[in-house]
């Protein structure tokens, strides 16, 4: 996110996230007590924009995932080989600090979430979200995320629409 008001690395021991708060207890627990043991057992990867100061605005988090082709509405399974599940990434979280909403953040981590799993040299064919709420999932599908027919709150993007 060159020459935007906030940087996008990997999260580190040096940043300060004891003063995160995106008004969801749940996500903010979760990047307090539980990222860092998730990094460190490699089942999720932690992202965060940093102000200047390197306060934490915001956060997102990656991890591999597969999804059925069977799950996978009908003209999108079709264009896919016939394996029991084609593998994806699945963005966990994405959580934006309260004194950062409505500057466009909650976009730009999504952005940044899908231009590393296109880029990713590991196989992977969709960006998943599970949507905490119908709120979040209207914000994925403003940005072009398609609903799982069987699951109104897990969304996925094609990465060769994002390439």
Known sequence: MSGAPFQVAALDTDHDRSGFNCGT??????FRE???QDIRRRVAACFVALTDTQRIAGYYTL???????????PDTAKRLPRYPAVPAVRMGRLAVDQDFKGQGLSAALLA????????????????????????????????????????????????????
């Open 25 to 30: 207890p749940p996500l903010d627990r979760y």
């Open 34 to 36: 539980q990222v860092t």
């Open 63 to 73: 991890a591999s995932a597969c999804v059925p082709l069977v799950d996978l509405p």
């Open 112 to 163: 940044d979430a899908l231009a590393r799993a296109a880029r990713s040299e590991v196989a992977t064919c969709a960006l998943l979200v599970d949507a905490k709420d119908d709120e979040a999932a209207a914000f994925y599908r403003h940005h072009g995320f398609i609903r799982l027919p069987e699951s109104p709150l897990m969304l996925f993007l094609p990465l060769a629409t994002v390439r």
